[in-house]
């Protein structure tokens, strides 16, 4: 059995710039692909998910509401049947995470369409820190989305601890109904 961290390799890379590429006319994928791929074999499973993420920044918008825009559509969905799903979408929620603080409504939004087809529990993590009252009033109206999954994310990612996810100092699961 493969190691878990060869989930990222060079054909989810290819699977992952190709769908930029097909919502973004200006994304390099010559260049994202050679940039991880240079560095991808020497990387444990975390370390793969921060350099995809890192190299997205590079090569998507600087303008983070454009970019969130672009990894949004990316996503499969009815319309994208081939779109982005499963652990390829990991990266985009480290994006939306390590680039989109300073943009809550944004950032919120892409959480929740991330986690329909995958999960944004990490993600959220630094959100929680940062923002916790507004946050927790935005997530308690969540816990009855229609969607399941994305009832699910407001229970996991508002857990203090998390497997591989970084602790929540001061979480008051009380704040969520």
């Known amino acids: 059995m493969e190691p878990f961290k060869e989930k990222f390799n060079t054909k989810s890379i290819k699977i992952i710039s190709k769908e930029f590429a097909k919502h973004l006319k200006t994304f390099d994928t010559k260049n994202f692909e ?56 990991w990266p985009l929620t480290e994006y939306v995470s390590s680039y989109g603080l300073e943009h809550y409504e944004e950032s919120l939004d892409a959480m929740i369409h991330l986690t329909k087809v995958f999960s944004s529990e990490f993600a959220i993590r630094p959100f929680i ?35 591989w996810g970084i602790k929540v100092e001061n979480i008051n699961n009380n704040n969520i109904a």
Not at 50 to 78: A, C, G, M, Q
């Open 129 to 163: 820190e940062k923002y916790q009252d507004k946050l927790f009033k935005d997530l308690t109206k969540l816990t009855k989305d229609k969607n399941v999954h994305v009832r699910r994310w407001v229970s996991e990612g508002t857990r203090p601890t998390l497997p």
């Open 34 to 89: 050679k940039d991880i791929l240079k560095e991808l074999d020497s990387l444990e499973l975390k370390d793969r998910v921060r350099l995809i993420s890192s190299t997205l920044h590079k090569y998507l918008p600087k303008n983070f509401k454009k970019s969130v825009k672009v990894i949004i559509k990316t996503l499969e969905t009815d319309k994208n049947i081939n779109g982005i799903s499963g652990f390829n979408t």
